[in-house]
């Protein structure tokens, strides 16, 4: 009995530490989609954790406050690969999710988070996803 | 963990004011162009990619952990045709002289890292020459003062400088104000790997022994950027050759024309 207690009270704190690792966000007033504000900083993501339902448009805003260009791509571990071992290209916002974001700028790009699973986040320039320049959203169902 | 408040932006908006590095200084010594900026982190860093220099992924977080000491940077740039035209061959070394004023020396060790995978090595020599034995933090190996060494740093002289060393470095162009005599002369070997170095070396050459945490990296400034005072400081030379590219070292630019100065 203790020990399930003890099983319940874990699970209930791991879900408290899920959710404060979460961007929290709110639907735009114009067009009701959801916004969510991501700064980077010293070649990280802040937040990197996401969680959303699937079908969720979600308008992302990068804040770049680095003094070096970054990228905010956002797709499967195929797409991370194959935009870090491909040679690189500015990303101009035409593809959903994927965009490059120059020093001290600000950027959007809207994705649609369709099926449950995970969907990766990285930067792509040359040393700063292995740098850990990174994130996830966990899609629910 | 609650995403950052922003105003309302316009599109294409920038994510931080725009507070551009000021250049100081201009020189040109054999193939090196050198440029001395004054600035914060993000200033100095947007200076060096509009002007070419590739920045590291740790480079914003190295140039933030300085700005917060001192806003006075310096680019070098090597400029590999003109290294050529004067027969420089790959080896060679270009010393470079600073002055600088302050009542506070401190030299840069952390930004020999730069750019470096954790496991690399990082292997520098450190000279000083001062008044009297100065006080270190962190405190070297082999130092005397009570305390944990540091992992890396490594005292190998400590002692009263050489007549012939004074004279030897009395005869370089520009160095003449060195005293004939008198002088400490410390010698200290970097030989760490790049994630154990998170430090620089304070130097307290007033005799109190208090070498500042904050110079050494240890602790974090408790207000706005420390600006270089007024004193002249005529006490201490840095080195020369390794240690003045320790303090060159803060940006690396890459030319069409050939690889950069580090």
């Known amino acids: 009995?203790?020990?399930?207690?003890?099983?319940?009270?874990a699970a209930a704190a791991a879900l408290v530490l899920l959710l404060a690792g979460c961007a929290a966000s709110r639907a735009d007033p114009l067009d009701g989609l959801r916004t969510v504000h991501v700064t980077i900083r010293w070649t990280r993501f802040h937040p990197s954790l996401f969680s959303f339902p699937d079908g969720t448009t979600v308008r992302f805003v990068i804040h770049n406050?680095?003094?070096?260009e970054h990228e905010f791509i956002l797709g499967s571990k195929r797409v991370q690969d194959r935009v870090e071992h491909t040679a690189h290209l500015s990303h101009d916002g035409s593809v959903p999710g994927q965009i490059t974001v120059p020093p001290g700028a600000v950027r959007r790009t809207t994705y649609t988070f369709g099926t449950p699973g995970t969907v990766l986040l990285g930067c792509h320039l040359p040393g700063h996803y292995a740098y850990g320049m990174r994130g996830s959203v966990l899609v629910s169902g | 963990m609650n995403p950052p408040r922003f105003e309302p932006l316009a599109a294409g908006g920038a994510a931080v004011p725009e507070r551009a590095a000021i250049v100081l200084q201009r020189k040109k010594i054999d193939a090196l162009?050198?440029?001395i900026l004054k600035g914060g982190g993000f200033g100095v860093g947007k200076w060096a990619t509009d002007h070419g220099f590739r920045l590291t992924p740790?480079?914003?977080?190295?140039l933030d952990f300085y700005a917060k000491r001192s806003p006075?940077?310096?680019?070098?740039?090597?400029?590999?045709?003109?290294?050529?035209?004067?027969?420089?061959r790959v080896g060679d070394s270009i010393p470079v002289h600073l002055v600088i004023p302050t009542s506070r020396p401190w030299v840069p060790l952390r930004i020999l890292a730069l750019g470096t995978k954790p496991t690399h090595a990082v292997d520098a020599d450190v000279f000083l020459l001062n008044d009297q034995a100065p006080a270190l933090l962190p405190i070297p190996r082999g130092a005397p003062w009570i305390g944990p060494?540091?992992?890396?740093?490594?005292?190998?002289?400590?002692?009263?400088?050489?007549?012939?060393?004074?004279?030897?470095?009395r005869a370089d162009r520009g160095m003449d104000w060195l005293p004939k005599s008198g002088m400490w002369l410390t010698y200290l070997q970097v030989r760490a790997t790049a994630s154990q170095l998170r430090y620089d070396l304070a130097v307290d050459p007033s005799g109190r022994g208090r070498p500042s945490p904050v110079d050494a990296g240890l602790a974090p400034p408790a207000h706005a950027a420390v600006t270089a005072s007024?004193?002249?400081?005529?006490?201490?030379?840095?080195?020369?050759?390794?240690?003045?590219?320790a303090a060159v070292a803060v940006l690396a630019r890459e030319r069409r024309a050939g690889r950069m100065a580090v």
């Not at chain 1, 009995?1 to 009270?9: D, I, K, Q, S, T």
């Not at chain 2, 006075?72 to 420089?88: L, N, T």
């Not at chain 2, 201490?236 to 003045?244: K, Q």
């Open chain 2, 230 to 245: 007024g004193h002249s400081l005529w006490g201490l030379w840095v080195g020369v050759g390794i240690l003045a590219m």
């Open chain 1, 1 to 9: 009995m203790e020990m399930l207690r003890a099983r319940r009270v």
């Open chain 2, 149 to 169: 060494a540091a992992r890396g740093l490594n005292l190998r002289v400590s002692e009263p400088a050489s007549p012939e060393l004074l004279g030897d470095l």
């Open chain 1, 65 to 68: 406050t680095d003094p070096i």
């Open chain 2, 72 to 88: 006075i940077f310096m680019a070098v740039e090597f400029d590999s045709k003109r290294a050529r035209a004067r027969g420089e």
């Open chain 2, 58 to 62: 740790d480079a914003p977080a190295v």
């Open chain 2, 33 to 35: 162009n050198i440029t």
